[in-house]
């Protein structure tokens, strides 16, 4: 069983940055593909980024390439989206999941583990 713990959320002003990390543990963390899902209210949950096992492959929703980084360390089983030039229609609660896989995963509904997420709030 894989615990996912997000944070580094907050609120923030439109062309600002965050950075958000999601902690994991319970399991080989090196073993899953990472993704990161947002959510806005009244919306349906969206693919924002994920990353391959070694982190060597990524992806991205349009609406955020350019502007997001998805990143992990294995060593320290921490996973990271790094989010600059924000605007207010980046504000969702931001959700990390984790899937056994061996190729990178976009699609929110095979993922296996999700954290509870962290809100991000971009004002105008």
């Known amino acids: 069983q894989v615990q996912l713990v997000e944070s580094g959320g907050g609120l923030v002003q439109a062309g600002g940055s965050l950075r958000l990390s999601c902690a994991a543990s319970?399991?080989?963390?090196?073993?899953?593909?990472m993704g990161w899902f947002r959510q806005a209210p009244g919306k349906e949950r969206e693919f924002v980024a994920a990353t391959s096992r070694s982190g060597g492959y990524t992806s991205y929703a349009d609406s955020v390439k350019g502007r997001f980084s998805i990143s992990r360390d294995n060593a320290r089983n921490t996973a990271y989206l790094q989010m600059n030039s924000l605007k207010p229609e980046d504000t969702a609660v931001y959700s990390c999941?984790?899937?056994?896989?061996?190729?990178?995963?976009?699609?929110?509904?095979?993922?296996?583990?999700w954290g509870r997420g962290t809100q991000v709030t971009v004002s105008s």
């Open positions: 999941a984790a899937v056994l896989s061996t190729r990178v995963v976009i699609v929110a509904e095979r993922y296996r583990y």
């Open positions: 319970g399991g080989t963390f090196s073993s899953y593909v």
